[in-house]
């Protein structure tokens, strides 16, 4: 497959949990990776494997996966969680990277 | 702690050739690693370009494969790209990262260098 979708706007209420989905047929074969990015800032891997998460990122960061849909959870969000989430995997074929359009978190 | 940094001309002008480097430091460019190189035009969201080992194996993002050309230069520790025949829609945000082999993960990123192609 040559596309991750996600959807373009999620919204939650702060101190709430929300869920970000990243759906594709190469999520069947890779574990997606997701990362934070705030304006004008370069991406930051906060999640990645399994369930992994790099030093540093707070652990109400997490995710999962079922079939082709991988999902980064927040639960307790805070106001600083406000930014844009992008998804990544290898491809089928595992040569190429493929990265979702990416999901614009706002905090309530 | 590892750091990269994109450098090159913020203005290329269409139909030329876009020219960047990405210095790496705190880690060994011939470490087990790939080098990767991601764009995002402005408002948009981030597009693989693709990869680069150090024994100089690659792997393209096929719609930029014909336009592209990246290499390793172990003596200053640092990684290229090339993009040719440049036209506005190439007007980009262009990060280098530090990529897992065998996964998709971008561990550490260069903080990112706009490219405008204009005339």
């Known amino acids: 497959s040559s596309e ?6 999620v919204s939650v209420a702060l101190g709430q949990t929300v869920t970000i989905t990243c ?3 190469s999520l069947r074969s890779f574990y997606a990776s997701w990362y934070q990015q705030r304006p004008g800032q370069a991406p ?11 030093s540093g990122i707070p652990d ?38 493929l990265f979702g359009g990416g999901t614009k978190l ?3 | 702690q590892v750091q ?5 001309p913020g203005l ?18 011939s470490s087990s ?15 693989w370009i693709g990869e680069i080992y150090h024994t100089g194996g690659t792997h393209y993002n096929p719609s930029l494969k014909s336009r592209v050309t990246m290499s390793v230069d172990k003596s200053n520790n640092q990684f290229s790209l090339k993009m040719s025949s440049v036209t506005v829609a190439d007007t980009a945000v262009y990060f280098c990262a530090r990529g897992e082999v065998g996964s998709a993960q971008l561990d550490y990123w260069g903080q990112g260098t706009l490219v405008t192609v204009s005339s």
């Not at chain 2, 290329?12 to 460019?29: F, R, Y």
């Open chain 1, 4 to 9: 991750l979708t996600q959807d373009p706007a």
């Open chain 1, 106 to 108: 706002t905090v309530l």
């Open chain 1, 23 to 25: 759906q594709g047929d």
């Open chain 2, 12 to 29: 290329v002008k269409p139909s030329g050739t876009l020219s960047l480097i990405c210095g790496v430091t705190g880690d060994s460019i």
């Open chain 2, 4 to 8: 990269l940094r994109e450098s090159g």
């Open chain 1, 44 to 54: 930051l891997l906060v999640i990645y494997g399994k369930n992994n998460r790099p």
């Open chain 1, 60 to 97: 109400r960061f997490s995710g999962s996966r079922s079939g082709d849909t991988a999902s980064l959870t927040i639960t307790g969000t805070q106001a600083e969680d406000e930014a844009d989430y992008h998804c990544n995997s290898r491809d089928s074929g595992g040569n190429h990277v």
């Open chain 2, 33 to 47: 690693n790939w080098w990767s190189w991601v764009r995002q035009p402005p408002g948009k969201g981030l597009e």
